[in-house]
Nanobody, 123 residues
């Protein structure tokens, strides 16, 4: 079992920045690829970014490339999502997720999920 807890969400003006954190406990964090997803009201959950166990080859959805950066610190059992140049369309609940394999963009392929953190970007 892996327990994930997100933090760092909040209200920010367009163009601003936030850094989300996801702290993991339970199984060996470094055994898991980690992903960030988001869900806006009335929309399906959407892949945002993912990173493999060894921090190699992070992957992003096109809409956040160049603005968001995913990273992980295996010593701290934490994955981060640095979000810059935020836009109102980035408003959503952001979730981190873990899977015991290479990363995936498919939400149902992840084994563990956090409770989510709200990000609201005002125009």
């Amino acid at each position: 079992q892996v327990h994930l807890v997100e933090s760092g969400g909040g209200l920010v003006q367009a163009g601003g920045s936030l850094r989300l954190s996801c702290a993991a406990s339970g199984r060996t964090f470094s055994d898991y690829a980690m992903g960030w997803f988001r869900q806006a009201p009335g929309k399906e959950r959407e892949f945002v970014a993912a990173i493999n166990r060894g921090s190699s080859s992070p992957y992003y959805v096109d809409s956040v490339k160049g603005r968001f950066t995913i990273s992980r610190d295996n010593a701290k059992n934490t994955v981060y999502l640095q979000m810059n140049s935020l836009k109102p369309e980035d408003t959503a609940v952001y979730y981190c997720a873990a899977r015991r394999s290479l990363y995936s963009t498919v939400s149902r392929s992840y084994d563990y999920w956090g409770q989510g953190t709200q990000v609201t970007v005002s125009s």
